[in-house]
């Protein structure tokens, strides 16, 4: 960095942002995102009839099962479709794929960082065949191929680490029994989405849902059940308990996990679930987050300073816009002077390692809270272009 550039860094830090430009809410994060006041009341009023009780007993019971009808509803689910849930996140999803979905060999595209953490695990796995990987750079979209000799596709439908967004189709020319496995851990709540394009739409409640970590959710169809429950007997494959995809089935259709959830987790899921639909759901969902993900598209189009990390508009996301800053100016000093302002988590993916922004647009995020973001951020590089 030139003397000039880290001067205008140091302008950058030290600035006062003057309080009425702040946004109301400054959570702008990727996930674990922003949860709305209401959610907290709900949690709050559920104090102590629902938290602090068993999870066998209808209490606890019925909120799993207002959210197993709530995502149904919201996502308009295709006949014989189920909606499954169970405890370790979108993380441990994978490895239920892994055993529970994948017969011998899968397809991968590879875009990123979240993309990538499955494939390895699919290629780990001694039970299965090395897999088919279709990789691009990041900030890029490889596209999904038919191959009759993988069992399995999958995909991102939003990969966080870059802000690149994939579309949701079954590969031209995959069988039908070929599954397609979908991690919509970021978008899914957020964006339009045809599930009968998938056999596994899976996510977890603490990105688009504003709720907290802990949990998966998966939308299952008829033949990833009936692979699922083909697996779970299969004699030369040992799966453990935790894992099985065919006990968390089982435990759902009872609006049951197989061990202990996060109460507070499935409350403020239910409650962020029930909220969209009254907004108007998915399609609701989908106009709001088209709009302030274009807002910050446009303002990145206005500022010499700022560029589009991701350089085929119809590939970026309608969630996590990601933007590189002009070297002259580290982001960090953004980033941080807005961290100290109570705006918070526009940090890019730590591997990432760009000089970027990275700012999320869940169905949270409403359009007032990214205007002032955009006059915050307009502020910073006024204020300090001549430094
Ligand atoms: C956040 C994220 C994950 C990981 O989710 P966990 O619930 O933390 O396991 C996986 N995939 C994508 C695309 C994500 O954004």
């Keep these: 960095m030139t003397a000039a550039s880290s001067a205008r860094s140091d302008a950058v830090r030290a600035l006062t942002i003057p309080q009425e430009l702040l946004p109301g809410d400054g959570r702008f994060g990727s996930g674990p995102s922003r949860i709305r006041g209401q959610q907290m009341e709900a949690l709050q009023a559920a104090s102590r009839t629902v938290m602090g009780t068993s999870h066998r007993q209808a209490p606890v019971k019925d909120v799993v099962a207002r959210v197993r009808a709530g995502i149904a509803e919201l996502f308009s689910l295709p006949e014989g479709y189920e909606v499954v849930l169970g405890n370790g996140?979108?993380?441990?999803?994978?490895?239920?794929?892994?055993?529970?979905?994948?017969?011998?060999?899968?397809?991968?595209?590879?875009?990123?960082e979240f993309s990538q953490k499955f494939a390895s695990e699919a290629k780990a796995a001694p039970h299965l065949e090395e897999p088919e990987i279709l990789r691009s750079e990041p900030g890029g979209l490889p596209v999904a191929s038919a191959n009759p000799d993988v069992d399995a596709y999958a995909w991102p439908h939003n990969e966080t680490s870059t802000g690149v967004m994939v579309p949701v189709q079954r590969?031209?020319?995959?069988?039908?029994?070929?599954?397609?496995?979908?991690?919509?851990?970021?978008?899914?709540?957020?964006?339009?989405?045809?599930?009968?394009?998938?056999?596994?739409?899976?996510?977890?409640?603490?990105?688009?849902?504003?709720?907290?970590?802990?949990?998966?959710?998966?939308?299952?169809?008829?033949?990833?059940?009936?692979?699922?429950?083909r697996l779970a007997i299969a004699k030369d494959r040992w799966i453990p308990a935790f894992l099985s995809l065919t006990s968390a089935l089982e435990n759902s259709r009872k609006d049951q996990t197989l061990n202990t959830p996060a109460v507070a987790t499935l409350v403020l899921l239910a409650e962020q679930i029930e909220w969209?639909?009254?907004?108007?759901?998915?399609?609701?969902?989908?106009?709001?987050?088209?709009?302030t993900s274009g807002m910050l598209q446009d303002w990145a189009a206005r500022r010499s300073e700022i560029t589009p990390?991701?350089?085929?508009?119809?590939?970026?996301?309608?969630?996590?816009?990601?933007?590189?800053?002009?070297?002259?100016?580290?982001?960090?000093?953004?980033?941080?002077?807005?961290?100290?302002?109570?705006?918070?988590?526009?940090?890019?993916?730590?591997?990432?390692?760009?000089?970027?922004?990275?700012?999320?647009?869940?169905?949270?995020?409403?359009?007032?809270?990214?205007?002032?973001?955009?006059?915050?951020?307009?502020?910073?590089?006024?204020?300090?272009?001549?430094?």
């Design 89 to 112: 996140g979108s993380t441990a999803f994978w490895d239920m794929a892994v055993f529970g979905l994948i017969e011998r060999r899968s397809q991968h595209l590879v875009l990123g």
């Design 171 to 229: 590969p031209a020319g995959a069988s039908q029994d070929q599954l397609v496995l979908v991690d919509a851990t970021s978008v899914a709540g957020a964006a339009a989405v045809d599930l009968s394009q998938t056999d596994a739409y899976y996510f977890a409640p603490q990105k688009a849902f504003a709720s907290d970590g802990g949990l998966w959710l998966s939308v299952l169809s008829p033949a990833a059940i009936e692979r699922a429950e």
């Design 276 to 291: 969209m639909l009254d907004q108007g759901g998915l399609a609701w969902a989908d106009a709001r987050t088209r709009t």
């Design 309 to 387: 990390f991701v350089s085929e508009p119809s590939a970026r996301s309608q969630v996590v816009t990601t933007l590189d800053v002009d070297e002259a100016i580290d982001a960090t000093a953004i980033t941080s002077v807005l961290r100290a302002h109570g705006v918070v988590d526009i940090e890019p993916y730590r591997k990432l390692g760009r000089n970027q922004l990275r700012i999320a647009t869940f169905p949270a995020v409403g359009e007032d809270d990214v205007a002032s973001l955009i006059a915050v951020l307009d502020h910073v590089l006024d204020t300090t272009s001549d430094a």
